[in-house]
């Protein structure tokens, strides 16, 4: 303590008694090594208190009169006339508490580190670990209801799917070597295609109406079950719809329907995430199905799709037909063209 070399060569005398049944006797009182040293005439050493816990009787009683923390049967008594170590020893015991550390401020300092980890908690944490949660737990019977619900207002904007009866059996075939659960083709609402929860896939009219063969179609369908593998569906509309929506998809195995509704307006206006070309073409492999139509219905002059184009891992002639002539061309008549 700094504060101690200023006294270091203060000496004073007073009385001082051990317990209230003891005669007070004259003593020496001088500052030591951050204790108050008190010694009989002699200078022989009495007794030392910690000044860290010196304890006055009173802040204006006269005499002075100290006694060390928790112990005031011990006293020591100093005459005003001893006013220079009497105000050594104040000034040290302010010291003393002032570098004390304090129990109230530090509870509050806690509590307000507790309730700001809670909240950093709730506010960067809670949210992925609720979504991924419900990711995990959502059984794919109400994956295929939240998709079904999202159809539905789809619907509203684009009309009806287009079906034919004659032309089913193509539809099915095309959705059985892509993998798709289920396809389903509108004549308007989207882009190109887009996947719902549960594993439906929908196709713009245009892609069966617009090219010569089925394999762009298909190209298209297997581009959305990539994405649907990188990203699952059901979360883009959960990063969409916030903490509340998966909050109630939990707890009632339901959306609300101002989240559905809120995100079947906003995924037909969105830009479709790009897929790798590594991905694709080993998806275009696995259904032997050539990658170039695709690639040249994206982007006609091949320079955006050139991987998927040059990487192409079926040959014309080794690939095995989509479709028959006869199917394809119900296929392509299926929204009444």
């Known amino acids: 303590m700094t504060a101690l070399t200023k006294y270091d060569r203060l000496e004073a005398t007073g009385l001082w008694r051990q317990t209230p049944s003891d005669q007070r006797r004259e003593v020496v009182v001088s500052i030591g090594d951050a204790t108050l040293v008190i010694s009989d005439m002699n200078d022989q050493a009495i007794t030392h208190w910690s000044l860290a816990a010196v304890e ?21 008594e100093l ?8 105000d050594a020893i ?65 619907e509203r904007v684009a009309g009806k799917p287009c079906r034919k009866p004659n032309a089913a059996p193509a539809l099915k075939t095309l959705a059985l070597r892509t993998s798709a659960p289920d396809v389903v083709i509108l004549r308007s609402g989207v882009r190109d295609s887009l996947s719902l929860p549960g594993g439906t896939v929908i196709v713009n009219k245009a892609l069966v109406e617009d ?64 897929v790798a070309d590594e991905s694709l073409l080993t998806a275009f492999e696995a259904a032997n199905i050539r990658s170039t139509p695709y690639a040249l219905a994206v982007d006609v002059t091949g320079e955006l799709t050139v ?16 479709l028959r002539d006869a199917d394809w061309l119900r296929l392509q008549a299926i929204c009444g063209g």
């Open 90 to 154: 104040e000034t040290l015991r302010r010291a003393v508490l002032k570098s004390r550390p304090r129990p109230g401020r530090l509870r509050s300092l806690g509590l307000v580190v507790s309730v700001g980890s809670v909240l950093a908690a709730l506010v960067f944490w809670l949210p992925d670990a609720l979504q991924n949660h419900t990711l995990g737990v959502v059984p794919d019977v109400t994956r295929t209801k939240i998709g079904d619900s999202l159809l539905a207002r789809i």
């Open 79 to 86: 005459l005003d006339a001893e006013s220079e170590m009497i």
């Open 56 to 76: 006055r009787q009173g802040s204006s009683n006269h005499p002075a009169v100290f006694n060390p923390d928790g112990d005031p049967s011990e006293t020591l």
């Open 211 to 274: 090219f010569e063969e089925p394999d762009v179609a298909a190209g298209y369908i297997l581009a959305e079950m990539q994405r649907a593998a990188d990203r699952d569906p059901l979360e883009a509309l959960l990063d969409h719809a916030g903490l509340r929506a998966s909050f109630t998809l939990l707890t009632t195995g339901n959306l609300p329907s101002t989240a559905l509704d809120d995100y079947a307006e906003a995924v037909l206006t969105q830009a479709r995430p790009a």
């Open 307 to 322: 991987g998927l184009i040059e990487a192409d891992p079926i040959k014309p002639e080794d690939s095995r037909p989509l």
